[in-house]
């Protein structure tokens, strides 16, 4: 059994920065593709990047430049460095694992963004 454990979300005023973590524990053997999505309130959930296993990134448009996501293969873990936040940012983020031959996702983590 895999779990995803979050940790790092809360309130940041617009331009602060914020630093979302997410490891994986249980029976893993390789992780392929991680990533980070995001559900604000009425809308649909979200891509915001992604990172495969050999490092190659890709984000959404609304978040390129001030946005980075990292990985530790070492510790299962990826994060999401938030810069320059806006309150469009504001929701609940989910990492996401790909971890042969199923999906996994975490509890989800919740960013808030004032302005």
């Known amino acids: 059994q895999v779990q995803l454990v979050e940790s790092g979300g809360g309130l940041v005023q617009a331009g602060g920065s914020l630093r979302l973590s997410c490891a994986a524990s249980?029976?893993?053997?390789?992780?392929?593709?991680m990533g980070w999505y995001r559900q604000a309130p009425g809308k649909q959930r979200e891509l915001v990047a992604r990172i495969t296993s050999d490092g190659s990134t890709n984000y959404v448009d609304s978040v390129k430049g001030r946005f980075t996501i990292s990985r530790d293969n070492a510790k299962n873990t990826v994060f999401l460095q938030m810069n320059s936040a806006k309150p469009e940012d504001t929701a609940v983020y989910y990492c996401r694992m790909f971890i042969a031959p199923s999906v996994y996702w975490g509890q989800g983590t919740q960013v808030t963004v004032s302005s």
């Open positions: 249980g029976s893993i053997f390789r992780i392929n593709t």
